[in-house]
């Protein structure tokens, strides 16, 4: 394995300071701590919202080559390279293009290269942390022909010609996202709950709610609501007014909701309107969420282990100062799933030993990309893997050994990111006494 120096995002939205989940990675991650007491200050007031660890080019991880670390050397195996880039920060990218089959996998090459010629030497997928504090954008990830043709037309926007599939387990009980559309009781429940609400989308006792009606609203918040922000607060003001009349124990959660993302971003964002029409996930440490091409969400807040297909393709339709894409997002609703209420999904587990140590997956339904928790316990006997693609890694808490037949033992410790050879069995033990916990994504072939 290499340790990774990784890139962190520092996105509006992030959680402030280096005591942070992205903040600590980050701080782990850099080959030097900022030199001066004003450096140090100065990084500590960032918001701290994403780690990536991947190849992407937008935030690439790098490796320090070391020509005199024998396990180095004995993992890259190329002299001429070891020499060239001794004591250099390199991007990852470079071991995917000096021997693929070696640093991907040999089944990787056969499996995606030959499908997609940009896969014979890059990343089938971006694994992130993410320490979300206020709420992210409303967004969609368009599928693989809509992706292709928004980057032909706007590049500068849609930097990907790739779907974004993604997956985000919670690292703590405190993860909030909205995903999918209500059910139409629930959607009708919140009709009935704000007057206001109903009154702007026309909502009678004797309106049937289906995908024609849902589509309605989410037109008439893009095309009207949308472009006449004076008229917009005015709906949002009466709302508010309606809402903290009510008791505050007495509130719904798409009533509190709303008030926090006023608080957050002003009665001018449709987004507050639009986050009525959501399910709000409260999930638990552990659980996650599968979002598949086109399907409108939000992150509200928590910790979370992110992972996706290679792509950095986003249509926004709220919640943020960036661009919104309404048209796109619109056209881009599933017709199909609009009714259906969507649920969090839970890892399976594949291996658990009578010393608390286990592996579990989580499997998302697409090839580019799984995530797998592991956990080890000191004293026990650990976990013994091996996997058939290249794996990226984070460990999240304790410190530990991670041990190969050809490469011998590595050290491995809480914040850090490591690049893992595919084709190799590999044993995880822990030598803390807290549990040692990390997480891998690869490819599911
Ligand atoms: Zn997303």
Redesign the pocket.
Known sequence: MIRLHCKAQTYHWGKTGLDTLVGKAYLASVPSLPESAELYEAADQEHYAELWIGDHPSGPAEILVNHEDAQMASIIADEGFLKHYHHKDIEISHLFKLNPARFLGHKYIEHFGTKNPKLQNSMAFLFKLLAVEKALSI?A?PHKSLAEQLHKEHPEIYKDDNHKP?IAIALGDDFMALFGFLSPEKLALNFKQNKALSEVFGYTESTVIDADFLKGCVKHMFYELDKDLENLQGITTVLQHEITATPEGDRSPHQSLFLTLLSQYGPQDIGLIFSFFFNIFNLKKDEAVV?TPNEP?AYIRGDLVECMANSDN?VRGGLTPKLKDKETLYHMLPDDTLTVERAPVKGVPLFESAGGSSVVEYKTGFEEFRVIKVQASKGDQGVTIRYNTFSMVIVIGGKGSVEFKEYGMFTIEAYQAYYVMPEQEFAVKAESEEPLVMFIANCDI
């Open positions: 967004q990830h993604e979002i969400h986003v």
